[in-house]
């Protein structure tokens, strides 16, 4: 696993794990890494230091701490169970796109029918959802290899 310091249009940094760098590439340049603040998909790697660990032995290379591969298998249990929230999510909700707030107050205010919706709401639109009583989530954007 590879920690990547990121950063998007809006200058916003954030940090996000990856598999190795080449898995970290395919990712950003899939679009498939959204900024946390904005939801921008063309964020790009931010300059930072690499982190250098003393070793006490030269010469010799060790196999990872089991709690590094645990995580690096946790974080592939999570991403792949992310992908099959957002797949169930895409297969039985209505896609209604940037009129999400919208919708979700037309439906909570009993203007239309309830039913399952998912879209795109920026994180001050999904804060003001929630201050009004409106029940909304946030589903990363994992994995997903059809766009």
């Known amino acids: 696993m590879i920690l990547y310091d990121l950063s998007c249009p809006k ?17 950003i340049k899939a679009g498939q890494v959204p ?7 063309k964020v790009q790697k931010a300059p930072m230091a690499p982190r250098i660990a003393k070793s006490s032995t030269k010469g010799e290379l060790t196999a990872p701490p089991a709690k590094k591969t645990d995580l690096a298998a946790a974080m ?26 919208e919708e979700a107050r ?20 999904a804060q003001e959802l929630l201050d009004e009583g409106i029940e909304v989530y946030s589903i990363p954007r994992a994995r997903r290899t059809d766009s």
């Open 76 to 101: 592939e249990k999570a991403a792949e169970a992310f992908t099959e929230l957002r797949e169930a999510i895409e297969k039985n909700f209505d896609h209604v796109g940037e009129k999400f707030p």
């Open 106 to 125: 037309r439906i909570h205010y009993g203007e239309t029918e309830p039913r399952g919706i998912y879209g795109d709401a920026t994180p001050t639109e």
């Open 35 to 41: 900024c946390p603040v904005c939801g921008s998909t």
């Open 11 to 27: 200058d916003h940094g954030f940090e996000s794990w990856f598999r190795d760098s080449s898995a970290a590439d395919k990712l």
